[in-house]
T-cell receptor, first 112, second 111 residues
Framework: QKEVEQDPGPLSVPEGAIVSLNCTYSNSAFQYFMWYRQYSRKGPELLMYTYSSGNKEDGRFTAQVDKSSKYISLFIRDSQPSDSATYLC????????????FGGGTRVLVKP | DADVTQTPRNRITKTGKRIMLECSQTKGHDRMYWYRQDPGLGLRLIYYSFDVKDINKGEISDGYSVSRQAQAKFSLSLESAIPNQTALYFCATATGAEPQHFGDGTRLSIL
């Protein structure tokens, strides 16, 4: 079993819908939780990160962490075609700049 | 200009050849990482370096070696390439508690 699991998708939604992405992990030592977005033929770019449990909001993006159930979520409101990409969750045991353990990513398609 | 530059962007080579992938950064970060990405497997860590004199193996280091020539440069070598090393390779940098920043990758195909 992988340490970090994501549904590979693709997840197809109409423009303007809410995109709901999730990630599960098995290692209770993870403390920092990153979400990266990756466009085709590009490197991952950081969307947001959270420390420990709770919610964090940044514009149209909301990240939630539930450490008790080892479950991480990312919500994208008012989705746009430009949000079509692969979303990778990447928890870390120490600070966010330390070693990351990546999920396989979920591919999202937002249709106009 | 990109903060993290990887060269080459694409490379096709033959089994048994020695390959070097290069990464340079202008961010002034002390930490540098090499990952490979395969479809459905996410990114897996090959090697990482916390400074010029500190090199560490990641989860899949067999068949690879690295060199940290300077704080800004971190190279990945495949001593004798084999087809299952065909993948996307990414370099990343970080400092302190900041999250990692990635280059745009090298697409490597080994025939």
């Amino acid at each position: 079993q992988k340490e970090v699991e994501q549904d590979p998708g693709p997840l197809s939604v109409p423009e303007g819908a809410i995109v709901s992405l999730n990630c599960t992990y098995s290692n209770s030592a993870f403390q920092y939780f990153m979400w990266y977005r990756q466009y085709s033929r590009k490197g991952p770019e950081l969307l947001m990160y959270t420390y420990s449990s709770g919610n964090k909001e940044d514009g149209r993006f909301t990240a939630q962490v539930d450490k008790s159930s080892k479950y991480i979520s990312l919500f994208i409101r008012d989705s746009q075609p430009s949000d079509s990409a692969t979303y990778l969750c990447a928890p870390s045991k120490r600070a966010a700049g330390n070693k990351l353990t990546f999920g396989g990513g979920t591919r999202v398609l937002v249709k106009p | 200009d990109a903060d993290v530059t990887q060269t080459p962007r694409n490379r096709i080579t033959k089994t048994g050849k020695r390959i070097m992938l290069e990464c340079s950064q202008t961010k002034g970060h002390d930490r540098m990482y090499w990952y490979r990405q395969d479809p459905g497997l996410g990114l897996r860590l090959i090697y990482y370096s916390f400074d010029v004199k500190d090199i560490n193996k990641g989860e899949i280091s067999d068949g690879y070696s690295v060199s940290r020539q300077a704080q800004a440069k971190f190279s990945l070598s495949l001593e004798s390439a084999i087809p299952n090393q065909t993948a996307l390779y990414f370099c990343a940098t970080a400092t302190g508690a900041e999250p990692q920043h990635f280059g745009d990758g090298t697409r490597l195909s080994i025939l």
